[in-house]
Each structure stands twice: as structure tokens, then as C-alpha cells.
């Protein structure tokens, strides 16, 4: 039986957020290859690890991809995430996974992403978040869906700002990022912040803007 919420195809525009497929490996390591510089900052890695820098190429094949995708759809199947690529015009474009689902009284998740920088400014990561917290706060049924960002992640915090993510604090050396554990902060948002969804609000403040 699949978990609730799983799988998913869900769209707006020219956005389409859907499970990752092992075809989809081609795409995934020319785009993290050609993004090393836009992606390596802000990538988990073991602590004491090398720079990701040093040994990016290494990470990014289709073996790689291959046991990342088997795992976090098998983890996707059991209700413990959900592992979604983004893509534009039918290609990959980015990844976008909420993990660290606890259910009973928590009733919680955390969510990660990253897109192709030169597809970056044109709104297409806030949009994908905000179909998938719509999806999570719907029929996953969770209450409340966490982000946390390095501080000197400006693009990110701005999005999370402009989605309406909550600030909630700093956590001092949270998680390890390019080799050393570095610190970050909480955002996060509940389902009575957005009680007429959150794609909803987002597309009217974009109209709002235009």
C-alpha cells in the first residue's frame, strides 16, 4: 500500500513537480555537473569529509543517482519522504525533497531543493515549493513543513520570506554542509498560515508584482 500522498504529479504552469525515474539520470548529471560552483555551497556531505568542491565530478553520475533515487522512493513508499524532481518543459530542472516525516503528535516534515541556476530568478523553485507544502498540508496531512537554510544563503531566505516562512531561530552548527557542520536557520510554516493554500497566495502576490 502506498503512503498517503504518494506518488504525485502536481503542476502549475510550466512547473511540474513529479516522482523521480531512473531515465531522468542523463539530466541529472549534466545539470549538477555544469552547477558546481551555484550548487557545491550549500551541499551535504559527511562530516570531515572533503570540500565538495574537490570531488564534485565523483558525486555526480548516473551510479549516484541511481542508488539516491532507489533509496528515497523506497523511503517514499514507506511515508518517511516524498522524492520529487522539478521540471520545466519536460526536463529536469531541480530536485525538491521533504523528508524527516514524523507522524503522530509532531506531525512534521523538513524540505530541501535545489534548481539549475541558469533557470534561477524566474520563480519556478517558489512555485514547486509551494505546490508540494499545498500537497503535504492536503493529502500527506501534515501540520507543519520546516526549511532551514546556511545564513549566507540570501536567495533562499529571500524566497522563504516572500512564501510567507516563518523565522523561528538559529541552529548552531545544524548540519553538514561541504565538509564542516555550519549553522542555520529555521523556517517554517503550519497549515493555519496559508488556510486558502499557499500556491494561491504566492500566485496573487506574483500578480501583485507584475
Partial sequence: MSAPGWPAVLRHGD????????????????????????????????????????????????SVYSQMMHR????????????????????????????????????????????????????????????????????VGLHRLEANVRPENAASRRMLTKLGFREEGLHRRFLAIDGEYRDHICFALTTEDVPGGLLARWSRARSAHS
Fill in 15 to 62: 512547473v511540474v513537480v513529479r516522482p523521480m525515474r531512473l531515465r531522468d539520470a542523463g539530466a541529472w548529471v549534466e545539470v549538477r555537473s555544469r552547477n558546481a560552483d551555484w550548487l557545491a555551497p550549500w551541499e551535504a556531505t559527511r562530516p570531515g569529509a572533503p570540500s565538495v568542491r574537490e570531488t564534485w565530478n565523483e558525486h555526480q553520475t548516473f
Fill in 72 to 139: 528515497l522512493r523506497a523511503q517514499s513508499r514507506a511515508g518517511a519522504a516524498l522524492a520529487f524532481v522539478i521540471a520545466i518543459d519536460g526536463r529536469l530542472a531541480g530536485q525538491l525533497t521533504v523528508s524527516t516525516i514524523v507522524r503522530g503528535a509532531f506531525n512534521s516534515a523538513q524540505v530541501g531543493y535545489w534548481l539549475d541556476g541558469a533557470r534561477a530568478g524566474r520563480g519556478i523553485t517558489p512555485t514547486a515549493l509551494a505546490l508540494v507544502t499545498d500537497h503535504c498540508f492536503g493529502p
